[in-house]
């Protein structure tokens, strides 16, 4: 099916392949993105339960831990159920503007995900190197306006995407190579220039995302050399295991995204298609499926009330 340039946007349809190439194992690939999405939404539900209820839990680094979990139940939302909808019963179809919208909540949960994580990395980082003002710096206002800074920020970044794609004509196969809905993968479809979307992309990666990775590092260049001067070993090493959890969580996010990112522009046909879909579709349930456990497994406090609660249970039952 084609269109033409005169055709209504309103009256397109597309139709998602899901992983090309691998149609016949849909049905077995769908095994463990389900079972990662219910575990990331119980895992990311229990957190968020943990950090309100437990006053014990109540400080910046919670407070942060408790957007990212918010994040990651809306990352793996927007995209996974209308996957499994196409692995288990092929229902590919979606319209134009329900894919923009997807579009553009998968990119601006993304971005606002970005910032979170440089937020965590600036309140571990104030944390070791000037623990003395950790309080005072860090106080439940300013953690709210970075919240709202981090999700204002991504909203002006992601919005003109939508009006990126609502200017193209759409007049080539409505077919989508992909499971879910993305911008460069809408965009191609467009019999128009698409240079602007392109060159658009690279800007926000670069003074987005990017950015945010090069203020990690520096973050944790600083708390780095802030550990190695202290004179205690153990000292030393309870400092760094604080900041254990945040690192594993930076990269389960960013290798994969900017994985993603590289081979969608740069791989041409070195890197097969039906590689670069099933890792983007494992991109969005493993990092919201991980995060819970690592924070679970290397931090004390929510480790042992997690003990308390599933004790209480078996008692109860």
Same mark, same amino acid.
């Given at each position: 099916?084609? *269109? +033409?340039?005169?055709?209504?946007?309103?009256?397109?349809?597309?139709?998602?392949? /899901?992983?090309?190439?691998?149609?016949?194992? %849909?049905?077995?690939?769908?095994?463990?993105?389900?079972?990662?999405?219910?575990? $990331?939404?119980? /895992?990311?539900?229990?957190?968020?339960?943990?950090?309100?209820?437990?006053?014990?839990?109540?400080?910046?680094?919670? *407070?942060?831990?408790?957007?990212?979990?918010?994040?990651? =139940?809306?990352?793996?939302?927007?995209?996974?159920?209308?996957?499994?909808?196409?692995?288990?019963?092929?229902?590919?179809?979606?319209?134009? @503007?329900?894919?923009? +919208?997807?579009?553009?909540?998968?990119?601006?949960?993304?971005?606002?995900? +970005?910032?979170?994580?440089?937020?965590?990395?600036?309140?571990?980082?104030?944390?070791?190197?000037?623990?003395?003002?950790?309080?005072? &710096?860090?106080?439940?206002?300013? =953690?709210?306006?970075?919240g709202v800074a981090s999700v204002t920020r991504s909203f002006f970044i992601c919005f003109p995407l939508v009006f990126l794609v609502y200017r193209l004509h759409y007049c080539r196969?409505?077919?989508?190579?992909? +499971?879910?809905?993305?911008?460069?993968?809408?965009? !191609?479809?467009?019999?128009?220039?698409?240079?602007?979307?392109?060159?658009?992309?690279?800007? #926000?990666?670069?003074?987005?995302?990017?950015?945010?990775?090069?203020?990690? &590092?520096?973050?944790?260049?600083?708390?780095?050399?802030?550990?190695?001067?202290?004179?205690?070993?153990?000292?030393?090493?309870?400092?760094? @295991?604080?900041?254990?959890?945040? #690192?594993?969580?930076?990269?389960?996010?960013?290798?994969?995204?900017?994985?993603?990112?590289?081979?969608? !522009?740069? /791989? /041409?046909?070195? =890197?097969?298609?039906?590689? %670069?879909?099933?890792? $983007?579709?494992?991109?969005?349930?493993?990092?919201?499926?991980?995060?819970?456990?690592?924070? @679970?497994?290397?931090?004390?406090?929510?480790?042992?009330?997690?003990?308390?609660i599933f004790s209480l249970n078996k008692i109860l039952c």
């Amino acid at each position: 099916m084609m *269109f +033409s340039n005169q055709t209504d946007i309103r009256d397109i349809w597309y139709t998602m392949t /899901g992983i090309p190439g691998l149609e016949e194992a %849909h049905t077995w690939i769908s095994i463990p993105i389900c079972s990662m999405y219910l575990v $990331a939404i119980l /895992g990311n539900t229990l957190l968020l339960f943990l950090i309100f209820t437990e006053r014990n839990l109540h400080e910046p680094m919670y *407070f942060f831990l408790s957007m990212l979990a918010l994040a990651d =139940i809306f990352l793996s939302t927007v995209t996974t159920p209308k996957m499994l909808a196409i692995f288990w019963f092929r229902a590919g179809d979606i319209s134009f @503007g329900s894919c923009v +919208s997807q579009m553009f909540f998968l990119h601006f949960i993304f971005v606002a995900e +970005s910032a979170i994580l440089l937020a965590m990395a600036f309140d571990r980082y104030v944390a070791i190197c000037h623990p003395l003002r950790y309080t005072t &710096i860090l106080t439940p206002s300013a =953690i709210g306006k970075m919240g709202v800074a981090s999700v204002t920020r991504s909203f002006f970044i992601c919005f003109p995407l939508v009006f990126l794609v609502y200017r193209l004509h759409y007049c080539r196969k409505n077919i989508i190579r992909h +499971s879910y809905c993305e911008h460069m993968g809408i965009a !191609r479809l467009a019999c128009d220039s698409i240079k602007v979307n392109i060159y658009y992309g690279v800007i #926000v990666a670069l003074f987005s995302t990017c950015l945010d990775v090069v203020l990690i &590092i520096i973050s944790y260049a600083l708390i780095l050399c802030t550990v190695f001067k202290i004179p205690s070993r153990d000292a030393r090493l309870k400092a760094l @295991g604080t900041c254990g959890s945040h #690192v594993c969580v930076i990269i389960l996010f960013y290798a994969p995204a900017f994985f993603s990112f590289f081979a969608h !522009r740069f /791989g /041409g046909h070195s =890197i097969p298609l039906h590689v %670069h879909i099933l890792l $983007a579709n494992l991109y969005v349930v493993v990092p919201p499926t991980l995060n819970p456990i690592i924070y @679970g497994v290397k931090t004390k406090q929510i480790q042992e009330r997690v003990i308390q609660i599933f004790s209480l249970n078996k008692i109860l039952c």
